[in-house]
């Protein structure tokens, strides 16, 4: 089909006709002011994408900066009611880039004619039929009629052709011979617009860059001679970029290429511009400093009439942009009425192919097993609607998080579910979970909390007359006691300097005495859990074994802890029905060196890797296993963890010194309450906490020195100090509890729940909370 774009002559006659056509038509009447476009290029298409666009080309009429013309744009058959009309004004022929273009809609019914006016603006203030550059023109001098893209250059220092450059052919600034003397010479401009010889001495410029121009900035030489480096003009406005000299071609990049002084010249930025498809846009730079339209790329797009994302299956519109109301870039929709029917859709039982598979109602299999959510069981069953459900065969039940594993859960919404992930239990009665020890109706202790959850403490006469305190189990005040151990129900071991060792069995309400009954300094105890004797580890190799009612000690002929000054013990079972004891010391022959010992019946192993000294060990099994101690003052003092690695057999460390905040001081004790929680205390107040996969800094009593630690949840957490103090952490705060009574260090604690808790120290003291 030809253009149906054509000179408006007797408009109103030719439509009255009927003859031309009947679908309606535009009077368009395109005038401008400012400037004379040498050709006009004007447009009409459907605004919604359908069909081809029309265009015609015409000269511009009327005065030097003024003026108009009219055509009559026909609205094609096929197209909708809206037309998008288009004027593009360019300065002599209609190619390359217009100087000013503009757009608009306008609504065309059927046998109408409607009116519509698009005004040019650009300005042609010398009227030599350049538009000036700040309008989008090429007229890089709109004051004068000498200076346009069509003038002759001439020879002075001015931009005549409006190229970017300025005396081109000219080689003004270039050398040459000064005739008559002894110094070389630049080109430069006479007066007559012709170039001339000119001796230049002192004018020699650095040319950083080799770029053939001079620093216009920097200072000269006087030479009749060309300088190495040097050259005679002064035109370079960067001479540390040979791609920025005088006459440069000018790059889009905000960059004053060309030497002229204006960044970007001559290129239009932001004038309006035809791209892809005919779609709008602004002139912008691009990445490779030209110039690119910056319009949206056209994109194929159908209809949504059910708007449920699809379009329907037919040739589609083009559009300027990728989204348009009502439209949608796929068309892929089988039944574009029903937004129920689509090839995302559901199938369901309605007689219609819901997904656009070419099938109907496929899948349903009523009866067989499925998963209607929550981890829960279930059966497809109908609806009343014609679809389809998951039917529960159990309904699904809210469990809740139990952290300190005494199957109350926290008070929360808990989790919806048939099959609870571990952890996790069907009680939400825990008023603290953190705390073993309370829940709901959990029996009242003697521990200063309120273990039922009833708003009061210690209530039910559960403490001694007075309140809990500190009792006094000593019948000495000489030995140093330094490790304290639980046994059976209510039996306590302690052990310490000089040869000391006293148990208390189950039972019983007095302290059996064994001193002297293995010989050695001792710092460790712990109860084997199926031989039910207890393990003493202390000083130079010391390991020695006591049973409930031996008459003497019994030390292994082959040292468990060879080269190893032993600090801590513990003893936990296997699978297999045996005992593993791991002792952790300080080596013997390095004090900058620890050994953990691990014995089991096949006997002893060490660890091959160096570890720093170390205080304390503790564990449940081979999976929460850990070692702490660290470095004394003067030789690093810093915290050290390890843990110990069944598929290595060995114990690599926790990094805890590179923790932020944590005190760099030699960690003390060490307590596993569980295979996701553990706690590290020592010196200067060092608390931290392993929450299962890492350690972090903790808050702490006090500054002062943290000697041991026992612990039963987050919320329940006690430790002793070298002040002689005990303190208690109830999830929130730190408590000192009440005096032990005495001074000095209380070197261990022990505890099977917190209404029974042992500590022991210096002066002899044995003391057992709460009576």
Same mark, same amino acid.
């Given at each position: 089909?030809?253009?149906?774009? &054509?000179?408006?002559?007797?408009?109103?006659?030719?439509?009255?006709?009927?003859?031309?056509?009947?679908?309606?038509?535009?009077?368009?009447?395109?005038?401008?002011?400012?400037?004379?476009?040498?050709?006009?290029?004007?447009?009409?298409?459907?605004?919604?994408?359908?069909?081809?666009?029309?265009?015609?080309?015409?000269?511009?009429?009327?005065?030097?900066?003024? @003026?108009?013309?009219?055509?009559?744009?026909?609205?094609?058959?096929?197209?909708?009611?809206?037309?998008?009309?288009?004027?593009?004004?360019?300065?002599?022929?209609?190619?390359?880039?217009? &100087?000013?273009?503009?757009?608009?809609?306008?609504?065309? %019914?059927?046998?109408?004619?409607?009116?519509?006016?698009?005004?040019?603006?650009?300005?042609?203030?010398?009227?030599?039929?350049?538009?000036?550059?700040?309008?989008?023109?090429? !007229?890089?001098? !709109?004051?004068?009629?000498?200076?346009?893209?069509?003038?002759?250059?001439?020879?002075?220092?001015?931009?005549?052709?409006?190229?970017?450059?300025?005396?081109?052919?000219?080689?003004?600034?270039? /050398?040459?011979?000064?005739?008559?003397?002894?110094?070389?010479?630049?080109?430069?401009?006479?007066?007559?617009?012709?170039?001339?010889?000119?001796?230049?001495?002192?004018?020699?410029?650095?040319?950083?860059?080799?770029?053939?121009?001079?620093?216009?900035?920097?200072?000269?030489?006087?030479?009749?001679?060309?300088?190495?480096?040097?050259?005679?003009?002064?035109?370079?406005?960067?001479?540390?970029?040979?791609?920025?000299?005088?006459?440069?071609?000018?790059?889009?990049?905000?960059?004053? !290429?060309?030497?002229?002084?204006?960044?970007?010249?001559?290129?239009?930025?932001?004038?309006?511009?035809?791209?892809?498809?005919?779609?709008?846009?602004?002139?912008?730079?691009?990445?490779?400093?030209?110039?690119?339209?910056?319009?949206?790329?056209?994109?194929?797009?159908?209809?949504?009439?059910?708007?449920?994302?699809? @379009?329907?299956?037919?040739?589609?519109?083009?559009?300027?942009?990728?989204?348009?109301?009502?439209?949608?870039?796929?068309?892929?929709?089988?039944?574009?009425?029903?937004?129920?029917?689509?090839?995302?859709?559901?199938?369901?039982?309605?007689?219609?192919?819901?997904?656009?598979?070419?099938?109907?109602?496929?899948?349903?299999?009523?009866?067989?097993?499925?998963?209607?959510?929550?981890?829960?069981?279930?059966?497809?069953?109908?609806?009343?609607?014609?679809?389809?459900?998951?039917?529960?065969?159990? /309904?699904?039940?809210?469990?809740?998080?139990?952290?300190?594993?005494?199957?109350?859960?926290?008070?929360?919404?808990?989790?919806?579910?048939?099959?609870?992930?571990?952890?996790?239990?069907?009680?939400?009665?825990?008023?603290?979970?953190?705390?073993?020890?309370?829940?709901?109706?959990?029996?009242?202790?003697?521990?200063?909390?309120?273990?039922?959850?009833? $708003?009061?403490?210690?209530? =039910?006469?559960?403490?001694?007359?007075? =309140?809990?305190?500190?009792?006094?189990?000593?019948?000495?005040?000489?030995? %140093?006691?330094?490790?304290?151990?639980?046994? @059976?129900?209510? $039996?306590?071991?302690?052990?310490?300097?000089?040869?000391?060792?006293?148990?208390?069995?189950?039972?019983?309400?007095?302290?059996?005495?064994?001193?002297?009954?293995?010989?050695?300094?001792?710092?460790?105890?712990?109860?084997?859990?199926?031989?039910?004797?207890?393990?003493?580890?202390?000083?130079?190799?010391?390991?020695?074994?006591?049973?409930?009612?031996?008459?003497?000690?019994?030390?292994?002929?082959?040292?468990?802890?060879?080269?190893?000054?032993?600090?801590?013990?513990?003893?936990?079972?296997?699978?297999?029905?045996?005992?593993?004891?791991?002792?952790?010391?300080?080596?013997?022959?390095?004090?900058?060196?620890?050994?953990?010992?691990?014995?089991?019946?096949?006997?002893?192993?060490?660890?091959?890797?160096?570890?720093?000294?170390?205080?304390?060990?503790?564990?449940?099994?081979?999976?929460?296993?850990?070692?702490? $101690?660290?470095?004394?003052?003067?030789?690093?003092?810093?915290?050290?963890?390890?843990?110990?690695?069944?598929?290595?057999?060995?114990?690599?460390?926790?990094?805890?010194?590179?923790?932020?905040?944590?005190? $760099?001081?030699?960690?003390?004790?060490?307590?596993?309450?569980?295979?996701?929680?553990?706690?590290?205390?020592?010196?200067?107040?060092?608390?931290? /906490?392993?929450?299962?996969?890492?350690?972090?800094?903790?808050?702490?009593?006090? =500054?002062?020195?943290?000697?041991?630690?026992?612990?039963?949840?987050?919320?329940?957490?006690?430790?002793?100090?070298?002040?002689?103090?005990?303190?208690?952490?109830?999830?929130?705060?730190?408590?000192?509890?009440?005096?032990?009574?005495?001074?000095?260090?209380?070197?261990?604690?022990?505890?099977?729940?917190?209404?029974?808790?042992?500590?022991?120290?210096? =002066?002899?003291?044995?003391?057992?909370?709460?009576?």
């Amino acid at each position: 089909m030809s253009p149906r774009l &054509v000179l408006l002559v007797g408009l109103l006659a030719l439509l009255g006709t009927g003859c031309r056509n009947n679908e309606g038509a535009v009077k368009l009447t395109v005038s401008y002011s400012g400037f004379k476009p040498g050709c006009i290029r004007v447009g009409v298409r459907d605004a919604q994408g359908s069909g081809e666009p029309r265009t015609t080309e015409l000269p511009g009429k009327g005065e030097p900066r003024s @003026g108009s013309v009219t055509v009559a744009a026909f609205r094609e058959s096929g197209w909708g009611t809206t037309l998008l009309v288009t004027a593009e004004a360019f300065e002599t022929e209609c190619s390359g880039t217009p &100087v000013t273009i503009k757009a608009e809609e306008v609504a065309v %019914n059927p046998g109408e004619v409607a009116a519509k006016e698009l005004r040019l603006e650009a300005t042609d203030a010398d009227e030599d039929g350049y538009v000036s550059m700040a309008t989008g023109g090429t !007229d890089c001098d !709109d004051t004068g009629r000498e200076q346009h893209p069509g003038a002759q250059e001439l020879c002075n220092d001015r931009d005549d052709n409006c190229d970017g450059r300025k005396d081109e052919t000219f080689e003004v600034g270039q /050398m040459c011979d000064v005739p008559d003397n002894g110094c070389k010479g630049a080109w430069t401009c006479n007066p007559q617009g012709a170039r001339a010889c000119v001796a230049r001495p002192g004018q020699w410029r650095k040319d950083a860059d080799n770029d053939g121009q001079g620093d216009k900035v920097g200072m000269g030489l006087t030479s009749c001679t060309q300088p190495l480096g040097y050259v005679a003009n002064d035109l370079d406005c960067d001479d540390t970029n040979p791609q920025r000299f005088s006459g440069a071609p000018e790059l889009c990049n905000a960059v004053d !290429d060309n030497c002229d002084g204006v960044p970007d010249d001559g290129l239009q930025l932001n004038a309006d511009c035809t791209g892809e498809g005919s779609c709008m846009g602004k002139r912008v730079c691009g990445t490779d400093g030209g110039v690119i339209c910056n319009n949206p790329k056209p994109a194929m797009l159908y209809a949504d009439n059910d708007s449920d994302t699809y @379009g329907t299956a037919d040739a589609g519109v083009m559009n300027c942009g990728p989204t348009r109301a009502g439209y949608v870039a796929n068309s892929t929709d089988c039944d574009d009425t029903r937004a129920q029917v689509n090839p995302a859709a559901r199938e369901i039982c309605d007689s219609l192919d819901n997904n656009c598979d070419g099938t109907q109602d496929e899948g349903y299999s009523v009866g067989t097993a499925c998963s209607p959510g929550y981890n829960c069981p279930g059966t497809t069953a109908c609806v009343a609607d014609g679809g389809t459900q998951c039917a529960f065969t159990t /309904m699904p039940s809210n469990y809740y998080l139990d952290e300190d594993l005494d199957s109350h859960g926290k008070p929360d919404a808990g989790v919806l579910t048939c099959t609870p992930d571990a952890g996790y239990v069907p009680l939400g009665d825990d008023c603290d979970d953190g705390n073993p020890f309370t829940y709901a109706n959990a029996p009242e202790l003697c521990d200063q909390v309120d273990n039922n959850c009833q $708003g009061t403490v210690d209530e =039910g006469g559960v403490c001694p007359a007075g =309140g809990g305190g500190w009792v006094s189990q000593s019948t000495t005040t000489s030995e %140093n006691w330094r490790s304290v151990t639980l046994w @059976g129900a209510g $039996g306590v071991w302690v052990t310490g300097s000089g040869n000391a060792l006293r148990s208390r069995p189950p039972g019983e309400t007095t302290f059996r005495n064994f001193d002297g009954h293995c010989a050695g300094d001792w710092y460790g105890i712990s109860v084997d859990p199926v031989y039910k004797y207890a393990v003493l580890v202390g000083q130079g190799t010391a390991v020695a074994y006591h049973g409930p009612t031996d008459a003497a000690c019994i030390t292994p002929s082959a040292p468990a802890a060879a080269d190893t000054h032993a600090r801590g013990v513990t003893i936990f079972s296997l699978a297999d029905g045996s005992t593993e004891a791991h002792i952790a010391g300080i080596s013997m022959s390095n004090s900058d060196r620890g050994r953990v010992v691990s014995r089991t019946l096949g006997g002893d192993r060490a660890n091959p890797n160096d570890v720093g000294p170390l205080m304390d060990v503790h564990g449940l099994s081979r999976d929460a296993l850990f070692a702490v $101690g660290g470095y004394l003052p003067g030789k690093g003092s810093t915290p050290r963890v390890y843990r110990f690695h069944q598929a290595d057999n060995d114990w690599k460390t926790e990094n805890v010194q590179d923790i932020s905040g944590v005190v $760099g001081e030699q960690l003390r004790g060490v307590w596993v309450v569980n295979s996701k929680l553990a706690y590290a205390v020592g010196n200067k107040g060092s608390v931290l /906490m392993w929450n299962g996969s890492t350690w972090s800094k903790h808050s702490a009593p006090s =500054g002062d020195d943290l000697l041991s630690v026992v612990a039963f949840g987050k919320s329940s957490i006690y430790v002793s100090t070298d002040n002689g103090k005990v303190f208690r952490y109830n999830g929130s705060t730190w408590t000192a509890m009440p005096a032990t009574g005495g001074g000095g260090a209380l070197n261990d604690i022990a505890a099977s729940r917190p209404d029974d808790i042992w500590v022991v120290g210096s =002066g002899g003291r044995i003391l057992h909370w709460p009576q």
